[in-house]
């Protein structure tokens, strides 16, 4: 089985400040890791993932992702957050072997405020 | 490219009615996938098709629910009877199989459903 764990429904910060919003995963094989956004009354939007290579990888809207196997986790960074970054972030793996549709995480809530 | 379409935005139905979402997936795209989400269960995987062909439907929770790709162009989500617990936000996705495990999906916008 494939799935991901978001430990907090939301995260506040600051406008400015550095967030992060975590993903621990649980695959049996090697994973494909993804992250999406969803703003309000919209569907969901890539922002990056991880397949294979340099454990940090950078996406959409200057955010970035830090893959780290040993705690298998994959926690979604950016240095300076904006308030138009408010919105719902959700983890995604899919099984490198047997995966074919992404397991979602029931997403985090981010609120960055002025 | 439009990217994946689906249709009607919203729909407000009364207990015991059918139900029926469409989506229109990229073209150039094999792969299908419907989605629920609510607040109590997040997103989940409903059925995914692959070349038309449905590869895994383990997700549909009873059989009220039903799903059909016609062609690549065209699937449809059918609810029969709707009931009010299957209002939440229904989701299409779709992207290629040729890397199928790295490929990213394409999220519609989703159909609002409501039932009461």
């Known amino acids: 089985a494939q799935s991901v764990a978001q430990p907090e429904d939301q995260v506040n910060v600051a406008e400015g400040n550095p967030l992060t919003v975590k993903c621990t995963y649980s695959?049996?094989?090697?994973?494909?890791l993804f992250w999406y956004v969803q703003y309000p009354n919209r569907g969901l939007q890539f922002l990056l993932k991880?397949?294979?290579?340099?454990?940090l990888v950078k996406g959409s809207y200057g955010f970035e992702a830090e893959f780290n196997k040993s705690q298998t986790s994959f926690h979604l960074k950016k240095p300076s957050a904006l308030v138009s970054d408010s919105a719902l972030y959700f983890c995604?793996?899919?099984?490198?072997?047997?995966?074919?549709?992404?397991?979602f995480g029931k997403g985090t809530s981010l609120l960055v405020t002025p | 490219d439009a990217g994946v379409i689906q249709s009607p935005r919203h729909e407000v139905t009364e207990m015991g009615q059918e139900v029926t979402l469409r989506c229109k997936p990229i073209?150039?795209?094999?792969?299908l996938f419907w989605y629920r989400q609510t607040m109590m269960r997040g997103l989940e995987l409903l059925i995914y098709?692959?070349?038309?062909?449905?590869?895994?439907d383990s997700g549909m929770p009873e059989d009220r629910f039903s799903a059909k790709m016609p062609n690549a162009s065209f699937s449809t989500l059918k609810i029969q009877p709707s009931e009010p617990r299957d209002s939440a936000v229904y989701f299409c996705?779709?992207?290629?199989?040729?890397?199928?495990?790295?490929?990213?999906?394409?999220f519609g916008s989703g159909t609002q459903l409501s039932v009461l």
């Open positions: 996705a779709s992207t290629h199989s040729r890397a199928l495990r790295g490929e990213k999906l394409f």
């Open positions: 695959v049996s094989g090697n994973p494909y």
């Open positions: 991880y397949i294979t290579g340099d454990n």
């Open positions: 995604a793996v899919r099984d490198r072997e047997s995966g074919y549709a992404l397991n």
């Open positions: 073209s150039g795209h094999n792969s």
């Open positions: 098709f692959n070349n038309n062909v449905p590869i895994d």
